[in-house]
């Protein structure tokens, strides 16, 4: 299993927008995004700040997005 990628909150967002998910509201730090087939996920904003890895693990398993599925 190859290691996580390091990743910041932009890139994430971007990697859910282009999956279908969209931005359904914010509160505080939090973006919250919805998949029209009802899944969720929370994503702390912190613009250019690397997420923990265990972090990006649970919005990727949230999301159903395999780790060897990214570019």
Known sequence: MPGLPRLTAKKIIALLLKRGFVEARQTGSHKVFYHQDGRRTVV??????????????????????EINELP
């Open 44 to 65: 702390p904003f912190h613009g250019n700040k690397i997420l923990h890895p265990k972090l990006i693990k649970s919005i990727f398993n949230e999301a159903g997005i």
